[in-house]
């Protein structure tokens, strides 16, 4: 039985990749930002969302 290297995968194509990178290539990297970036987004403009109807929520029941 063959031993194999030590190595990691890629977490954006899967591919074996250095133990010490979290990507197999540049092109990946730019991937794997690009859809943390957009997830970031995507978080950011949900928590907005529920601020805002939580804010409307609340402005409802007060009287003046």
Avoid: W
């Avoid at 030590?6 to 197999?24: A, I, L, S, V, Y």
């Amino acid at each position: 039985m063959q031993a194999i290297a030590d190595h990691h995968h890629c977490k954006t194509c899967g591919n074996p990749c250095d133990p010490t990178e979290e990507t197999c290539s540049v092109e990946c990297a730019e991937r794997r930002r690009a859809a943390l970036d957009s997830r970031r987004t995507t978080t950011y403009v949900l928590y907005g969302i529920m601020a805002l109807i939580i804010l409307l929520f609340l402005v409802s029941y007060v009287r003046i």
